[in-house]
């Protein structure tokens, strides 16, 4: 059974107008969203701003109201879940964000900042709390000794360490990370990338990682979700989607990805202008003449395209 | 190469901090010639915006203190007026900013921020300005020049914005533009517009380009010669092919080798030891690198390291390249990371 | 923007209705109602003779009732008659309003003349010595009460040098008019005017201060320098005008500010304008012209919000109404 499975997912917004403000039309965030993601994988949601790609991690995580469509998390509808059990499911779902500087309160010592969830969750004298969160933020690299700090006295990348921290205090089993280094300096980024690799190993962990930097993602990914106006156009292997894209955004998407060998700039500059002609002459074979994006349809076993 | 258009010899820009002045670039000396994208390449705090907003006299005269050359036109602008000065900025030094949604004024239109620099620069006429204006937003790839001359940016898309940018800091054909991370606030697929419209542009100019940016991706695909900053200073500097082919200062190399793009299995990224040395804590004796790389011993270093000429047209600071090896986190095992997959 | 406009009155009715209503209650929740106001310290009023009096006015009515014809009277113009000046109160507001509106915009454009050239030295030259000063000034503007400042002025410009008159809005014995009577109501605006205007201005300095120093900064200031645009050009044309739009934007609710808040300076004053009306109307329980006057400054309120809503939206390019 897969850890999470997304179900045509919708996540409308209303947009008001007219003299008495009703509801005239909606903002499709996302739009028909399905997705799954196995115990120990990790699975890229990539995309342009305005895709719908945090819309739908938050959806996720419970912090978008669901239009309509499912979001099973070990088979359980969390929508439909109350009370204890609900409970449970908030555990075991995480989040990181994307900014290091303006995600932890800064008036808030390092010890509440993690120890926040735990706080919400179980009942901890000061004294085990402490030696727990101690232990965390030793797992994250950072001095024991500094919880007793404000995040105002970290780098950016241990900040974001001590975001890690937060989410992992509950054992959770799914991460959902939105952006988490798109704030950082590449090398503080490696850093963290290769921590986010370690723990997923040690707990056991699932990740969501939404990201709009196809490096990080083919870095990092299992699989990989292409978003494009609220719907998926592409999903597969991350090989298989670098090597083989399909769907004329992902293959937009893949060449506009810098070329790091100056030798082949100029080839990469006449791909891009191949593909932008496609994308005006062939537009209406990706799009339907509502201009909407199909349904994905499988390929082979693991890939599959937003074909008629 | 062309004719050089900007000398910038040992400059030194300090920032005071607490009535104390600490230098973020330290004695830096650059030459930008015709026809030629020199980028400078480094992470944050390492003095490469703080180099651009120098060159063009844009940053707070009241903190800062600006020493050695920047010589533009037979002249050193860091002697020049406020009006002086003036004279040459939007005229022949143009700059690209980073931020498209910001660097625009939201209360003014398009058509009249592009056409402002021309009313103090060119003698032209309200409709001639017009015209060149029209012009411009049509070489820059804006398609319904017309309608977008009068909209204001809030009307526009970021990357539209960004073409905008760059057509304020073109109005008057300067021979040199600064562009501080003109594609980093953008979506991937606008970034490569962005950066395709530039070459473009580049081929038809002469102007030569001072690129600043952090993503040595733009590099790779814009710049011809590269100079990577650390601490103030500039470590390496190269063709663009002899970069990435051949990097030799151990900065530049961990640098490559924390890109995911150049390990794109699932392989341990490089980390580089420490953390950047604030200004105030920067140790400014020997080799700035060597605390981050504790694993070379001391001799490796020079005691005053300086800029040597390696092969004709590549500098590399200090002598610790010469034995220089990568060290992975736990292992120590030598890790070798310029193959591409 | 006529859409605007309708809406914005539609959603006004209720809450203007809502208000008369907590009016009206907190009125008739005073102690004593207009006949003991009326009859005070009247050794002929006996209690038999207020009772009668009471039942023929209908106070003793349930409070729903009195409050349907207070509300169907008040939308038909009427807005009852004060039982201490023995007239209709619209006539008696007729004046005192203009009056009121009159002091309020002198001192509002006074506040402007003095704010908006002092906000901008400080923003320009933050941390100067003027800027210190104007700090300092802005400091000294806020903790001084309006009533023991406007009493300062009234004793030194009014008793002491006898420059200006201590009292009235005008001279009543100069025909009404006549270049004389202009004189002489200019003469008497002066010091209530200035004693408003003076410690009225801490708001619009500090927030056009802070908002140049934050404009300074950023991105398209830093384009304008680099187009090469010469220093005064880039604060006239590119901060100020960024930095104007909230003060413009304010200029509708600050008007309707001053006029429901000028009951200190019009009672040290004497002017008469609705604000000393007000206090006189307490003081004696004239419940009807009370309930007239918190009606009038809370619509007054209302009209300025969506004043300053339209003002914006035709000041700023990136605020649309419709």
């Given amino acids: ?308 | ?341 | 923007m006529l859409t605007f406009i309708l809406r914005r009155i539609l959603v006004m009715i209720p809450q203007l209705l809502l208000l008369s209503v907590i009016i009206f209650l907190l009125a008739k929740a005073m102690p004593g109602d207009a006949l003991t106001g009326a009859f005070q310290g009247n050794p002929e009023a006996n209690a038999e003779h207020m009772e009668e009096l009471r039942e023929k006015l209908g106070f003793n009515d349930p409070w729903y009732e009195q409050y349907g014809r207070w509300v169907t009277n008040f939308v038909q113009g009427d807005m009852g008659m004060s039982y201490v000046h023995k007239q209709k109160v619209t006539s008696l507001l007729g004046n005192r309003l203009s009056n009121t509106v009159l002091l309020s915009l002198t001192t509002m454009i006074t506040i402007y003349l003095i704010a908006i050239p002092l906000g901008i030295i400080a923003g320009r030259w933050n941390n100067s010595w003027a800027d210190k000063a104007i700090v300092t000034y802005n400091y000294f503007s806020i903790a001084t009460p309006v009533f023991i400042f406007a009493l300062i002025m009234l004793f030194i410009f009014g008793f002491y040098f006898s420059w200006f008159p201590t009292g009235r809005s005008v001279d009543i014995t100069i025909q009404n008019g006549t270049w004389d009577y202009f004189v002489s109501k200019a003469n008497h605006l002066v010091l209530p005017t200035l004693s408003g205007a003076i410690i009225g201005t801490a708001g619009t300095i500090q927030y056009l201060r802070n908002d140049i120093i934050d404009t300074k900064l950023k991105d398209f200031v830093k384009t304008a320098r680099a187009k090469g645009v010469p220093e005064g050009r880039v604060y006239t044309r590119h901060i100020l005008r960024n930095s104007l739009l909230p003060i413009a934007a304010f200029m509708g609710y600050e008007i309707t500010l001053l006029i429901s808040g000028s009951v200190f300076i019009e009672s040290i004053f004497s002017y008469p304008g609705l604000g000393q009306l007000f206090i006189q109307s307490i003081q004696t329980r004239d419940f009807t012209v009370v309930s007239a006057l918190v009606m009038i400054s809370g619509a007054a309120v209302i009209i300025g919000t969506m004043l300053s809503d339209i003002i914006l939206s035709i000041v700023d390019p990136r605020i649309r109404i419709d």
């Fill in chain 2, 1 to 341: 190469m062309g004719n050089t258009v900007l000398e910038i010899e040992n400059l030194r820009t300090s920032f005071s901090i607490k009535g104390k002045y600490y230098a973020a670039v330290d004695d830096v000396s650059l030459k930008i010639h015709e026809n030629e994208v020199l980028a400078i390449v480094g992470e944050s705090g390492c003095g490469k915006s703080a180099l651009a907003l120098s060159i063009i006299g844009l940053h707070d005269a009241r903190v800062t203190k600006l020493e050695g050359q920047v010589n533009f036109k037979g002249q050193n602008l860091l002697n020049l007026s406020r009006a002086r000065l003036n004279k040459i900025r939007g005229k022949d030094m143009g700059m690209i900013f980073q931020d498209p949604m910001t660097a625009l004024n939201p209360l003014s239109t398009i058509g009249s921020q592009i056409t402002e620099p021309m009313k103090y620069h060119l003698k032209l006429s309200q409709a001639d300005m017009k015209k060149r204006t029209l012009e411009l937003l049509r070489r820059v790839g804006i398609k319904n020049e017309n309608r977008v001359y009068s909209q204001y940016p809030h009307e526009l898309s970021g990357g539209m914005r960004q073409r905008v940018v760059i057509a304020v800091a073109l109005a008057c054909d300067p021979i040199l533009l600064i562009a501080d991370e003109p594609t980093t606030a953008l979506d991937v697929t606008i970034q490569a517009q962005i950066m395709d419209l530039m070459k473009e542009l580049q081929a038809q100019m002469k102007s030569g380009i001072v690129l600043i940016t952090h993503d040595l991706g733009v590099v790779a695909e814009m710049a011809d010669r590269v100079a990577v900053m650390y601490a103030g200073q500039i470590v390496e500097l190269a063709g663009v092919n002899e970069m990435f082919k051949n990097p030799l200062h151990p900065y530049t190399r961990s640098l490559l080798s924390s890109i995911p793009s150049n390990m794109p299995d699932k392989g341990r990224l490089h980390v580089i030891q420490g953390i950047v040395p604030s200004l105030q804590n920067l140790d400014r004796e020997g080799c700035r690198f060597a605390p981050r790389i504790p694993w070379i011993p001391q001799e490796d270093h020079e005691k005053d390291p300086v800029l040597h000429e390696v092969e004709p047209g590549h500098f590399v600071r200090c002598t610790c390249y010469k034995n220089f090896h990568l060290q992975t986190e736990e292992s120590g095992v030598e890790k070798h990371v310029f193959t591409k997959s």
């Fill in chain 1, 1 to 308: 059974m897969s850890l999470l499975k997304v179900n045509d997912l919708k996540v409308h917004f209303p947009i008001r107008g007219g003299f008495f403000q009703r509801v005239v039309d909606h903002v499709r965030a996302a739009d028909g969203v399905s997705f799954e993601i196995q115990p120990g994988e990790t699975y890229g949601l990539v995309g342009e701003s305005g895709c719908g790609k945090t819309t739908t991690g938050r959806a996720v995580i419970g912090l978008n109201k669901v239009t309509s469509g499912e979001i099973l998390f070990e088979g359980k509808d969390l929508a439909k879940l109350r009370g204890k059990e609900k409970r449970l499911h908030t555990r075991d779902i995480q989040m990181i964000f994307q900014d290091p500087y303006s995600s932890l309160n800064v008036r808030k010592r390092v010890l509440d900042i993690v120890a926040e969830p735990l706080r919400n969750f179980e009942r901890l004298s000061p004294d085990e709390e402490k030696k727990r969160v101690q232990a965390l933020i030793e797992r994250v690299g950072l001095n024991p000794e500094s919880i007793y700090r404000y995040p105002h006295q970290f780098s950016g990348g241990q900040r974001q360490r001590i975001g890690i921290a937060r989410a992992l205090t509950l054992n959770p089993k799914l991460i959902v990370a939105d952006e988490p280094v798109s704030a950082l300096d590449v090398s503080v980024q490696a850093q963290v990338l290769n921590f986010m690799q370690d723990i997923q190993k040690e707990f056991n962990l699932s990740y969501l990682f939404i990201s709009h930097d196809l490096g990080v993602i083919q870095h990092l990914c299992d699989r990989i979700g292409i978003m494009y106006r609220g719907r998926l156009v592409e999903e597969g292997l991350a090989d298989e989607i670098y090597s083989n894209p399909k769907h004329l955004y992902t293959k937009r998407l893949i060449s506009a990805i810098p070329e790091m060998d100056p030798a082949l700039r100029l080839e990469k500059t006449h791909l891009r202008q191949a593909i932008d002609d496609e994308y005006r002459t062939g537009y209406d074979n990706y799009f339907d003449k509502d201009g909407r994006i199909f349904d994905l349809k499988k390929i082979s076993d693991t890939h599959s395209v937003a074909l008629p």
